[in-house]
Antibody, heavy 114, light 110 residues
Framework: EVQLVESGGGLVQPGGSLRLSCAAS????????MNWVRQAPGKGLEWVSY????????HYADSVRGRFTVSRDNAKNSLYLQMDSLRVEDTAVYYC???????WGQGTLVTVSS | QAGLTQPPSVSKGLRQTVTLTCTGN????????AGWLQQHQGLPPKLLCH???SRPSGISEKFSTSRSGNIAYLTITGLQPEDEADYYC???????????FGGGTKLTVL
């Protein structure tokens, strides 16, 4: 059974940093491209970032490029999202998602507020 | 115009058929098509159909997709109360090198 478990969310002040983690199991993680997708409260889905299976290719949404960094550790079956210079508008549930958006985690809530 | 456009809401009757639309451009929907996802309140989204129109394992045949030019379609037949949800399309944009989600369509089953 595929499982994606996000962690690391919480309350942070504007300008602060957070690192999200996603623990993957039930599939060959080292062969799977991965994504982060977020959803602000009461709003729609917004793609955040993509990383290829070997980490050689990364892509970012314009809204986070230069502030967020995606990475992975295939030995630990883990995906990460380093979020710096956080803004109020980054408040959202952040989902860890496999390639082509087939499998989703339950999400972790990030709240940016003073 | 960048991004994908979906109507905010659609209503249809029980056991009827509904077709939802997703409008993009030549660089996204018109290039490789769109995937479709369903999201019930309080739950993560679920993939209904890949952009190549295939369904993941376990997804009902009542969900089908098609495309004409820069518009992608999701058709749901035999509407049931459990089909009431938000539906999103998604597509890779080859020019901007980003993924777009549509704004979502809230489907109400009357």
């Amino acid at each position: 059974e595929v499982q994606l478990v996000e962690s690391g969310g919480g309350l942070v002040q504007p300008g602060g940093s957070l690192r999200l983690s996603c623990a993957a199991s039930g599939f060959p993680f080292n062969n799977e491209n991965m994504n982060w997708v977020r959803q602000a409260p009461g709003k729609g889905l917004e793609w955040v970032s993509y990383i290829s299976s070997s980490s050689s290719i990364t892509h970012y949404a314009d809204s986070v490029r230069g502030r967020f960094t995606v990475s992975r550790d295939n030995a630990k079956n883990s995906l990460y999202l380093q979020m710096d210079s956080l803004r109020v508008e980054d408040t959202a549930v952040y989902y860890c998602v496999t390639d082509y958006f087939v499998y989703w985690g339950q999400g972790t809530l990030v709240t940016v507020s003073s | 115009q960048a991004g994908l456009t979906q109507p905010p809401s659609v209503s249809k009757g029980l056991r009827q058929t509904v077709t939802l639309t997703c409008t993009g451009n030549n660089n996204n929907v018109g290039d490789e098509g769109a995937g479709w996802l369903q999201q019930h309140q309080g739950l993560p989204p679920k993939l209904l159909c890949h952009r190549n129109h295939s369904r993941p394992s376990g997804i009902s045949e009542k969900f089908s997709t098609s495309r004409s030019g820069n518009i992608a379609y999701l058709t749901i037949t035999g509407l049931q109360p459990e089909d009431e949800a938000d539906y999103y399309c998604s597509a890779w944009d080859r020019s901007l090198r980003v993924v777009f989600f549509g704004g979502g369509t809230k489907l109400t089953v009357l």
